[in-house]
Each structure stands twice: as structure tokens, then as C-alpha cells.
């Protein structure tokens, strides 16, 4: 659990309507570590979303400080970014195995290593792996069906 000090003095900073860059600056300066600071601030946004009523929609009253406006905005989700890529990527790469593999292959190859640059290191590994290996075989096997068709 974080120093109740620290968590004090980070609210009155924020009272004075000091910037949380500026307080989190001038506490790094101190010696205290990033994540006492990171997790100071996470307790106060919880207390303030704890203490309203009518949820997300209220508006905070004039003259409150920017951080305040901050809180009430949604943070995406950590790990579900990239997610859509590898999804999209392994998708490609069973249409390639079936249709049209020079098209879907290379589009599956390069969403997979989008989705590893976001963060979804297993998913998109996959979807490169998967779009490599279908893209050979549907060209293995359109090769095979042009020799036989018109041999």
C-alpha cells in the first residue's frame, strides 16, 4: 500500500491546481519511485469517482483543475490492444489457404506483425506463422491446378 503522505500531498498539490506532470516531476526529484506516484494518483481518481453520484456524465463544478476532467474520461483496456490485428490476421490466413492466397497471405503476414508491435506477441506470431505456411500451400495449390487443368 502506497504512503497515506504521499497520497495527501499529491491531493493538495492538485488543489492548488499544480499539473499531475508537475507533481509527479517534482516527486521523482524527491527520490520517490514512479509506480508510489502512479499509484497515489490511481487512489485519488478512485475517491473522487467513488464520491459522485450521477456517474461518467456529471460535469465537475467551476473552477475545478484540468485532472479533474481527466478522470471522467474511459482508458482503453491494457492487452486488447493489437487484438483485432492478430484476429484479422489468422482470419487472412485460412482465406489464403482457400482463396485467392496471394492477396490474403501477405495481408495476414503483415497484420500479424502488427498485432506483435502492439502487444499481442502469441496472437500475431501465430497469424504470421499460419499466413506463411497457407500462402505456400494455396500457391503449391494453384500451381497444381493450372499444371492439371491444362496438361
Not at 461518467?56 to 484540468?66: T, Y
Not at 482508458?75 to 493489437?82: F, W, Y
Not at 482465406?95 to 506483425?113: C, D, E, T
Not at 501465430?126 to 505456400?136: E, K, P, Y
Amino acid at each position: 500500500m502506497v504512503n497515506q503522505q504521499l497520497i495527501d500531498y499529491v491531493k493538495q498539490e492538485l488543489a492548488k491546481g499544480n499539473s499531475p506532470e508537475k507533481i509527479s516531476a517534482d516527486l521523482l526529484a524527491q527520490g520517490w519511485k514512479k509506480i508510489d506516484i502512479d499509484y497515489a494518483f490511481d487512489e485519488l481518481n478512485m475517491e473522487k469517482s467513488d464520491s459522485q453520484t450521477s456517474g461518467p456524465s456529471q460535469l465537475p463544478e467551476k473552477g475545478q483543475p484540468q485532472q479533474y476532467y481527466e478522470a471522467m474520461i474511459p482508458v482503453e483496456k491494457k492487452g486488447s490492444k493489437g487484438m483485432v490485428e492478430g484476429i484479422i490476421s489468422v482470419t487472412c490466413a485460412v482465406i489464403s489457404l482457400i482463396f485467392l492466397p496471394i492477396i490474403f497471405g501477405p495481408v495476414g503476414i503483415v497484420l500479424g506483425v502488427l498485432a506483435r508491435k502492439k502487444g499481442q506477441k502469441t496472437l500475431g506470431l501465430v497469424g504470421i506463422i499460419l499466413s506463411s505456411i497457407f500462402l505456400a500451400l494455396g500457391v503449391i495449390f494453384m500451381v497444381l491446378i493450372i499444371l492439371t487443368k491444362y496438361h
